[in-house]
């Protein structure tokens, strides 16, 4: 499955300057002061596992759970994952939304896949707070589905206080009458994307939350779902969002309901309710101009609420000082443009600037990128720049209706996307690629190099 073309063209690097960046990443990776060093041995392997009780399906897991450990740090810690690979195919590990060194992205841009037996270290400085994930970025249509994915949580030394923080990583699976996970369809799906059948939070399908009454939790809501749009609603009552892929934005923002693509991450506060309470946590109907449109709301979980406690839980009204990377008007100095065209391989040939697998242009550290991120297709594409944060100057000629930081937006059907981001340092071989794992994998994606 591995397409070649990620090898060639464009950049610089041959294995030996790639080797050496690795080497140096590796000894730069140090703790702040008083923070520690955070050892993890992650096992990627074949189990067993019950998606539906009591029907176990074969998953491609993390030391043996859907989805892997939930990995928990401080702003300055240092994370050092050994990767083992027990697979009978390569894997590599990317770690979502970190800014962390080009040669520890772990993709096969910046490193050799790791192979069956072998093991790999990743080590870095973990510079941000927030709700970030790690997942395969090897063979995703078939890794991600089959579960090699996991959440990543970092802290900072003064987070909002709530009574509970919670974790929910989504995810939607498509499995046959024995309960196996089907493998990667043609021509619709390559089209779509998968969105399976059955609904899962963390691992589970559509389990029960229980929650008690009176309290105020954060829950950190991954998307780790192939293809699917989450239009999160949470028994249709208010809660507020404080936080989306690059920690919290600036003040509580009052929602209904909110729009995770996938890999997309949002923080948000529930609650309080009321002693028996029922209520759904669930997607409501979206239109992303699929083939399979989604007309009802689908459950991912029931909050089942029990006997009332104590709450210590309070929402600020200030989380965070985000500065405007850009004050008044400017103009774009690149085009993403998203499209497609059809062929043989994928039925429907994805590309960015009427290219599959694009080599773009370098950018240089220090120089302001705007960029306007056009959507020539049909289709909504959740759009994933690696390594950075951006800022989202406007979605369809408007402004967003708060200021964040972003690793990953959604380019609405021949819509158009301005975003804004500032290479700070971290020179090497970067990407840029839509996260419905079929149209990267048909080629909706760019290479580029960040450099001096
Ligand atoms: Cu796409």
New binding site residues.
């Given amino acids: 499955m591995t397409d070649h073309r990620h090898h060639t063209g464009g950049a610089p690097s041959n294995d030996a300057m790639r080797d050496a960046a690795y080497a140096e990443a590796l000894a730069d990776a140090q703790p702040d002061p008083g923070r520690q060093v955070i050892a993890v041995h992650l096992e990627a392997r074949e189990t067993g596992w019950e998606f539906i009780p009591g029907v176990v399906s074969t998953a491609w897991t993390f030391n043996g759970t859907v989805p892997g450990p939930t990995l928990e740090a401080t702003v300055g810690d240092v994370l050092e994952i050994r990767l083992t690979n027990h697979l009978a195919e390569p894997t590599v590990v990317h770690w979502h939304g970190l800014r962390i060194p080009a040669a520890m992205d772990g993709t096969e841009r910046v490193q050799r896949p790791v192979g069956p037996g072998e093991t790999f270290t990743y080590r870095f400085r973990l510079p941000d707070a927030g709700t970030f994930w790690y997942h395969s970025h090897h063979n995703e249509t078939v890794q991600l589905e089959r579960g090699l994915y996991g959440a990543l949580i970092v802290r900072s030394t003064n987070e909002p206080v709530f009574d509970a923080d919670r974790t929910l990583v989504l995810d939607d699976v498509e499995l046959d009458k024995d309960g196996q996970i089907k493998p990667p369809g043609w021509w619709i799906e390559s089209h779509d994307g998968r969105e399976g059948s059955t609904r899962l939070v963390n691992g589970r399908r559509e389990p029960e939350i229980r929650m008690a009454a009176g309290q105020m939790e954060r829950w950190r809501i991954v998307n780790a779902a192939s293809a699917r749009y989450v239009r999160v609603s949470v028994g249709g009552r208010p809660f507020a969002i404080i936080g989306t892929d690059g920690g919290l934005i600036p003040a509580p923002v009052t929602v209904t309901d909110v729009l995770l693509g996938p890999a997309d991450r949002v923080e948000i506060v529930v609650g309080p309710f009321s002693e028996g309470e029922v209520l759904r946590l669930e997607t409501l109907p979206f239109d992303r101009g699929s083939f399979k449109g989604h007309k009802t709301a689908e459950l991912f979980a029931t909050i089942q609420v029990g006997g009332a406690a104590p709450s210590q839980a309070q929402l600020p009204g200030e989380l965070r000082k985000i500065d405007r990377l850009v004050m008044g008007s400017v103009t774009a100095n690149r085009t993403v443009r998203l499209g497609f065209g059809l062929g043989l391989k994928h039925g429907v040939e ?1 590309n960015i600037n009427h290219e599959q697998h694009h080599q773009a242009d370098p950018v240089r550290i220090g120089e302001l990128q705007i960029w306007d991120v056009v959507n020539r297709t049909p289709v909504h ?1 959740p759009f994933h720049l690696h390594g950075y944060f951006f800022q989202v100057l406007e979605v369809d000629g408007s402004p967003p209706a708060f200021l964040s930081w972003e690793d990953t937006v959604n380019v609405p059907a021949f819509g158009q996307v301005r975003i804004a981001w500032m290479p700070e340092g971290r020179p090497g071989g970067w990407m840029y690629h ?1 996260h ?1 794992l079929e ?1 990267h994998a048909a080629g ?1 994606m760019a290479h580029f190099e960040v450099v001096r």
């Fill in positions: 994805f594409h839509c419905i149209h909706m």
